[in-house]
């Protein structure tokens, strides 16, 4: 989980990715269940630095693995999930854009 926080980018992609095969351990998952609501924090600021679709299945399970854990947060995910979304329709509005310029 250290991983995470590591200052180089791609290690933290490669540790969030790690994520997924080991919540099919039933001890991986009861042991990761207290700090849920961080690494979700974790992931969605990970998201922010690169494609979303690359960590979305990651998050997409953790939502099902650990809902009710999640719930409190629900707001916050969704405000930041819908942050996230605007920012790709800015970054593809953008290059659209440039791409009809050029031509």
Do not use: W
Request: proline residues 6%.
């Amino acid at each position: 989980m250290g991983c995470l926080d590591d200052p180089e980018l791609p290690v933290r992609c490669q540790a969030a990715l790690a994520l997924q095969p080991l919540l099919r351990h039933e001890y991986v998952v009861n042991a990761m269940r207290p700090q849920i609501p961080q690494l979700m924090q974790r992931l969605l600021a990970l998201v922010n630095e690169v494609d979303a679709d690359m960590l979305s299945m990651v998050m997409e399970e953790f939502v099902e693995q650990f809902s009710d854990e999640l719930t409190p947060f629900a707001v916050d995910l969704a405000m930041n999930l819908v942050q996230t979304q605007k920012i790709v329709g800015l970054i593809v509005g953008r290059n659209v854009f440039a791409t009809f310029a050029r031509e």
